[in-house]
């Protein structure tokens, strides 16, 4: 297992629409080991395969308090909603960021597993939140896309910002020097 590098926005390839996953083969496990142990470490309760740059429909989601639960979700269609819950949620991808979302309390999704069987599932509260989280990400969305421009445009401005300062910092003579 390797962690893999997380997009942040506002990079372009988080807009990139997932292309279905046709083979569950050794590459395919490989991708969601990798993606889980990121998830962990980063550390977060949900993670899309276009959140770090693979363009497949391809989710990790653990909602549990010990992180002994993953759900992996591939190829995921949902089929109903019901209710609507606003929650805070914050993104991997917009680190340090959050705000309020609505989105529906409870869903049924259908999908396939890490082996290509297929399955369906309901999903309430949290984990429902989740599900839709992560699929607006295969289909190249963000949760900031809820957002007033005004707001979407502020975050996209403190990240860049914050991307600058730690690549300088990273570049001067004394980090170099300490990470030796």
Request: with cysteine; aromatic share 4%.
């Amino acid at each position: 297992m390797a962690l893999r590098t997380i997009l942040e926005f506002p990079d372009p390839r988080l807009r990139t629409r997932a292309h279905p996953v046709t083979r569950f083969d050794a590459d395919l496990q490989r991708v969601i080991d990798d993606m889980l142990e990121t998830m962990y470490a980063a550390p977060g309760i949900g993670l899309a395969a276009t959140q770090v740059d693979v363009h497949r429909r391809l989710i990790v989601i653990d909602v549990s308090a010990d992180n002994t639960e993953p759900f992996i979700i591939v190829n995921p269609e949902i089929l109903s909603r019901d209710g609507e819950i606003a929650t805070e949620e914050g993104c991997l991808s917009v680190p340090g960021y959050y705000d309020e979302v609505k989105r529906a309390a409870r869903i049924r999704v259908r999908a396939q597993d890490r082996d290509g069987n297929v399955f369906e599932r309901d999903c309430e509260d949290l984990l429902a939140v989740c599900v839709q989280h992560e699929m607006d990400h295969i289909d190249g969305k963000l949760f900031v896309d809820y957002l007033s421009s005004l707001k979407r445009e502020r975050v996209r401005k403190k990240l860049e910002k914050e991307r600058k300062e730690r690549a300088a910092r990273s570049s001067s003579p004394r980090e170099r020097r300490s990470a030796l």
